[in-house]
């Protein structure tokens, strides 16, 4: 079957792994070695036990709440494969794209192994357009999805406007996207959106058609939750959205996002539809820029680790 499997079982990086962790193993080796050098003949032998005891409790309780539970993974893709593009479905690999495991003109470092590159040219709107659909992959479209990817942008990543990153969608090909108003019945999309770079920082957010928007276009939602600033150039995040949605007709449809674990946007008031056959049609992982307007220089970014789910994953 064309799904990779990710075989780095989180957590691995050092820098991911919460504090408690390492302290509770540390704990562990250090006691148990302990315990076996003092054995039963020393006095503080069995406060040793205890700590070891204690030590092995906690770290099975933290690192229950850290592991992943495969049956809840939809879709992933690490981009090692030499035919990654078969992973989602093409026959080909698509124009401005390439995986890539260096890349130090743009000050690319990797986050595990070889990673996406996408360039929007000069003068350009794409980019990239790849779908993961979940009625041809899995016979069925979901009314929830958790997707989780790795994002940083080049050293050359300078937008003076904003555009379209990847998200979460349901257009059916007739309403939800390029000035396609959506009315509830047709369609409705929550992909990810940037606007222009200031002070060294790209904001990101949902752009959202749903059936209480006003205008022709999607409503523009930034993340900005606790004071978040937006995205740095030349550094790995860990982007996570999820979208639950609404009953038909009422207002309790659900967006979320967080980036490196933290939450930054949360709405659950959006009203996507209207009758209960729209669905989560697709996972897009769309990078555009405009709008009408263009890029004004060639501009880079990197995904990697791409993964869908049932569950939010960890990290
Ligand atoms: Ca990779």
Redesign the pocket.
């Known amino acids: 079957m064309s799904v990779s499997v990710?075989d780095r079982q989180a957590p691995v990086a050092p820098g991911k792994i919460p504090a408690a962790i390492f302290h509770a193993e540390s704990l562990v080796g250090e006691s148990m070695m302990r315990t076996r050098l003092v054995d039963s003949s020393w006095p503080g032998g069995s406060q040793f036990f205890s700590a070891t005891l204690l030590a092995s409790l906690l770290t099975s309780s933290v690192l229950a709440e850290d592991q992943r539970d495969d049956n809840a993974v939809i879709f992933e893709c690490?981009?090692?494969s030499a035919e990654w593009w078969q992973e989602w479905g093409l026959n080909a690999p698509p124009a401005r794209v390439d995986?890539v495991?260096q890349d130090t003109e743009l000050g690319f470092e990797?986050?595990?192994?070889?990673?996406?590159r996408i360039r929007v040219d000069e003068g350009g709107h794409y980019g990239v357009s790849l779908q993961y659909r979940f009625a041809e992959r899995t016979g069925t479209e979901p009314e929830e999805v958790w997707l989780r990817y790795y994002l940083r942008f080049g050293s050359d990543w300078t937008p003076a406007r904003g555009g379209k990153l990847p998200g979460i969608a349901g257009t059916y090909g007739r309403a939800g996207w390029g000035g396609r108003k959506v009315n509830g019945t047709d369609g409705w999309s929550a992909r990810g959106l940037f606007r222009g770079q200031k002070d060294g920082r790209t904001p990101v957010g949902f752009y959202c058609y749903h059936a209480d928007m006003r205008g022709r276009y999607g409503d523009n939602w930034i993340w900005d939750k606790e004071g978040f600033p937006g995205l740095e150039n030349n550094r790995w995040y860990c982007v996570e959205q999820y979208v639950k949605l609404n009953q038909p007709g009422q207002n309790d449809g659900i967006l979320r996002a967080w980036v490196d674990g933290s939450p930054v946007f949360e709405k659950t008031d959006v009203r996507m539809r209207d009758i209960d056959t729209l669905k989560i049609e697709t996972v897009w992982m769309n990078v555009y820029h405009g709008g009408t307007w263009t890029a004004e220089t060639d501009h880079h970014l990197y995904i990697?680790?791409v993964m869908i789910s049932s569950q939010r994953m960890p990290r």
Request: glycine residues 6%.
């Open positions: 990710n690490d981009f090692e995986a495991s990797p986050h595990a192994g070889r990673a996406l990697d680790d």
